[in-house]
């Protein structure tokens, strides 16, 4: 079937030589594309068409009115220029008008024309709508919606200029602001690549099916290769049947690299004879309107400019969910977003069958699902063994009320088995509790059970009796590192399984690992754990999580990838697509802030560039875990490191610069995602639970003090060894060795010289009592004065944080870990003190006899005051000014290590670890005594 397509410059002009619509074949059988060279021609755009169902019959393009158009339409109004102002589509017989905006040059382009694949939209879209054989659209100058995600593409097309004869093609230039929007659509079956390259013309590219998507470069498109685009503005003589002529080639110096990525299972045009217009059965799927020339006897793919394949190329990603697209331009108009989940919560949801699912449909991005329904994870990280447990519902509470839906956590190996088959989940270990307690609260849970899991924690989260066997590899398949996880699961998991969602729990995924791509020395172990975990009963959702670099290396096939990111990039998620393109995005740590490390500056985060990143992630759809949420402290010892040019320990405070402070106080960005999520959710949220209260209590000045030499005979047994001893190897705790503290190793020297010893991580070296210099990891090497008798040499070293990160993990050993020689002599006969600070020896202490404090005193020494906390204590921060470098320990219990290098300045003391009226403060300064001990209600980090 023939139409007729005509159109007037103005209703004063005579009518010009009509234009043939014809009917062209669509065969897939897929030879060749014409790659375009777009001129900087001025012609009006085109508004946004809708798609051809997969057997669109009968399409027709021409302005309403013309001969044919649908009969009783009439003529279009005209703009100034004589162009059109709207354009009308039959598709099956159902009409659909598309209006063309009014003409724009945009002769910035010039001298050197590109092709702009997205543009921001300088103003809101259309919202017109029309009816199409496709459904609803929205449609007007702005573009084209599908579904909630608009794509923006400016695409180059053939354009014919009305009053002139139809031999002349004309290319179209695209202009700003942009004029064509198309989405990408869905396909029923998993995409198989595509690859673009020449067949021996440097005019023809043939599409053929590859193994990898490709990133294609176009440089130079001089016109030999598009000569049939540089038609004579001039034209010649009507001759609807002779050919139009051509200009001669000339160079075209102007045109810029195209970089394309093509990976879609599409059906190609091709030329074939007149006939029925089809799609392949095969392959069939919705494909974008193409602009049909409309002077060909028969359609030609010659014929047709751009065939508008854009909207399969998506620069960087395989182009299967339109979301994709979306992300790598950064361009997105979404519809106001309204989720209502309220029957979606641990308490109101009774019935489960599926727990968290994933799921892609054609047409939309694919998403999570829980229960069936969709839905968005909305998560917070609260990490329960830094925080004190009377606290952990007040945090809850607030990350509830914030709008969050859940919330995740690790697991540390290392505190829940301190000792080879000694479990604690007791106190502020209590891990079923703190699941449970989010349950009341109404928010679901991320298990990141590890066994390694990073977080700036000592080693990562692995105990340190793993390092007793230098042979053994952790994070891998060897046999000593996997019996010890076997058994460390076998009691974790069983506590685990029944707080799973189908078991009426809230915990609706569970981590596998953490990060492994970044470390990537066993290509069996990611499956081995994964493996792991499913035979001791974990049934929801397995994931894992890797930095955006890393993803490849750490995923693993059939479980759902994650990664981690400081901020919102277009080109994080290409390494993503190469493992997973069929599955929702879930950031599994946006990083709102950082931890901090002694000596360097505290780290912060802008309030402004996290709401916006959120925003984003939610204009995506994408899932998100907010890290941290709140972050709390590193009390005790078990603080991280880092190893990057030198060691240098995590600080005491976790506050991470996060939405919750470090001692539970909301903050600018907490009130900013407050608003994003209440204005994205269709139930209010909840009232703002109370601030914590704060105290400044009065000032305290230690009035008694023991030397560290007094101290010993409280100590343990020391152990008596020939060679000096590292503090893992140490035959105490039933064989487990030390993790954490002080080791004192103490010798007789009877002579002096060059000291070599391997110390780690900083050691006070004395003569008896009297301190002659000090020893780090990178300086090993100290100057003994000659002693005229034998002398006691004493070696304090202490353990500043196994590295967290990297291979070095594997190589934390701490204390002397080799020989110790006096001008290369080893020493021998060696008496080492463990100096763990645990509870039971400051009880113990009680019962020494302290010596009032001197106006000043040098060494290591422990100094004792008194906290009036009166009869309702508060949350407070203690300041220690004039102190130096220790540790403080509050009625027994390990607050954290001091430095007055800081950043850190004050110390984050629990009213809930206080006790009404009186409480114990001991610190153990290492060089120097100071003054006094001081309080505020505000932290300083």
């Known amino acids: ?443 679901w849970v991320i298990l990141r059970p590890g066994p390694y899991i990073c977080s700036e924690i000592d080693l990562g989260g692995l105990p340190s009796w793993l390092l007793q066997d230098p042979k053994l590899k952790l994070r891998t398949t060897d046999k000593g590192f996997i019996e010890a996880v076997d058994k460390y699961f076998d009691h974790l998991i069983s506590r685990v399984v029944p707080l799973q969602y189908r078991k009426g729990g809230p915990i609706i995924a569970v981590q596998v690992e953490n990060e492994y791509g970044s470390f990537d020395k066993d290509k069996d172990y990611m499956p081995y754990v994964q493996k792991a975990l499913l035979k001791r009963g974990i049934v929801e959702l397995p994931l894992t999580s890797d930095n955006t670099k890393d993803v490849v290396k750490g995923y693993i096939k059939g479980v759902l990838a994650t990664i981690n990111m400081k901020t919102f990039q277009k080109d994080a998620f290409q390494r993503l697509y190469k493992v997973q393109s069929n ?71 976790y506050d991470y610069d996060a939405v919750l402070t470090e001692a539970g106080d909301y903050t600018e960005k907490y009130f900013k995602l407050r608003k994003l999520f209440g204005s994205i959710l269709a139930i209010p949220l909840p009232p703002l639970p109370a601030l914590t209260p704060k105290a400044v209590y009065p000032s305290m000045r230690s009035s008694l003090y023991l030397p560290l030499w007094d101290v010993l005979q409280y100590l343990n047994e020391p152990v008596i060894s020939n060679i000096p001893v590292n503090m893992e190897n140490l035959p105490i705790n039933n064989g487990n060795g030390q993790s954490y503290g002080l080791v004192l190793y103490e010798t007789s020297i009877c002579s002096g010289g060059q000291l070599h010893a391997d110390v780690h991580d900083t050691a006070q070296v004395f003569l008896n009592e009297t301190r002659i210099g000090i020893l780090y990891d990178n300086t090993q090497n100290l100057n003994i004065p000659e002693v005229r008798e034998c002398q006691l040499l004493r070696i304090l070293v202490e353990n500043q944080g196994r590295v967290n990160f990297s291979w070095k993990i594997q190589y934390q050993q701490k204390g002397l870990t080799g020989s110790v020689t006096i001008n290369n002599v080893p020493l021998e006969g060696f008496t080492i003190y463990s100096l763990e600070m645990k509870m039971s020896f400051f009880k113990r202490l009680r019962s020494a006899t302290w010596r009032p404090v001197p106006n000043s005193y040098s060494g290591p020494a422990f100094y004792l005051a008194t906290l009036k906390a009166g009869s309702s204590p508060k949350d407070t921060f203690l300041r220690l000014l004039s102190w130096n470098y220790g540790f403080v320990f509050i009625n027994g219990r390990n607050l954290g290590r001091y430095w007055i290098i800081g950043p850190q300045e004050t110390l984050y003391l629990p009213g809930a670890w206080l006790h009404p009226e009186d409480n114990e403060i001991i610190l153990f300064e290492k060089i120097k005594s100071g003054s006094d001990i001081e309080t505020t209600d505000q932290p300083k980090l």
């Open 583 to 653: 599955k929702p995005i879930m950031i599994m740590e946006y990083w709102v802030g950082w931890f901090d490390t002694w000596g360097s500056k505290h780290v912060v985060r802008d309030a402004d560039d996290v709401e916006k990143t959120v925003s984003e992630f939610i204009k995506f759809e994408i899932s998100f875990n907010v890290y941290m949420f709140h972050g709390g402290t590193n009390f005790g010892f078990i603080n991280g490191a880092t190893n990057f040019v030198k060691h240098s320990g995590v600080v005491t405070s």
């Open 1 to 443: 079937m023939a139409g007729e397509h005509s159109s007037r410059s103005s209703s004063s002009m005579a009518a010009a030589p009509p234009h043939d619509v014809r009917k062209r074949c669509l065969e897939p059988k897929g030879h060749s594309l014409k790659l375009l060279n777009r001129r900087n021609q001025n012609f009006p755009a085109l508004g946004a068409l809708p798609f051809l169902q997969p057997r669109a019959r009968d399409l027709l393009l021409a302005p309403p009115g013309s001969p044919g158009s649908v009969p009783g339409t009439s003529a279009p109004p005209l703009h100034g220029d004589g162009f059109p102002a709207a354009l009308q589509v039959t598709v099956s017989g159902v009409p659909w008008a598309a209006p063309i905006p009014p003409f724009q040059a945009r002769a910035s382009l010039e001298p050197h024309p590109s092709f702009p694949i997205t543009r921001e939209p300088p103003g809101p879209p259309s919202t017109s709508v029309s009816q199409s054989a496709t459904g609803i659209y929205r449609a007007g100058p702005w573009g084209h919606y599908w579904g909630q995600r608009p794509l923006w593409i400016e695409v180059p097309f053939w354009a014919l200029k009305p009053g002139q004869d139809s031999h002349y093609q004309l290319p179209f230039q695209a202009f700003s602001p942009p004029l064509f929007l198309l989405p990408v659509p869905e396909l029923p079956r998993p995409a198989e690549d595509l690859s673009i390259a020449p067949d021996g013309r440097k005019s023809v590219w043939t599409l053929t099916r590859g193994s990898n998507c490709q990133t294609l470069s176009f440089l130079n498109l001089v016109d030999e290769v598009l000569a049939p685009l540089m038609e004579p503005l001039t034209p010649p003589p009507p001759s609807p049947r002779t050919p139009s002529p051509r200009a001669q080639p000339s160079p075209d110096p102007g045109c810029r690299l195209l970089g394309l990525k093509v990976c879609w299972q599409l059906s190609v045009l091709t030329e074939g004879d007149c006939g029925a217009p089809r799609l392949d059965e095969a392959n069939a799927f919705p494909l974008p309107l193409l602009f049909l020339s409309l002077f060909s006897p028969c359609l030609s793919w010659k014929r047709i400019l751009c065939i508008f394949f854009l909207p399969f190329i998506l620069s960087g990603f395989p182009p299967r969910v339109k979301h994709k697209k979306n992300l790598i331009s950064g361009n997105a108009w979404p519809q106001p977003l309204q989720f209502n989940w309220s029957h979606l919560t641990p308490l109101e949801l009774k019935d489960r069958s599926v727990g968290l699912q994933t799921k892609s449909t054609v047409g939309s991005n694919p998403y999570f699902t829980l229960e069936g329904d969709k839905f968005l994870i909305l998560g917070g990280s609260i990490h329960y063994f830094r925080v004190p447990r009377e606290y952990w519902r007040d945090r809850l509470l607030k990350l509830k009320a914030c709008g969050f839906n859940t919330v995740t956590t690790y697991v540390p190996w290392n505190l829940h088995e301190p000792e080879r088959g000694r479990f604690d989940f007791s106190g502020n270990l209590d891990l079923e509790a703190f699941v449970l307690t989010a349950a009341e609260i109404g928010l």
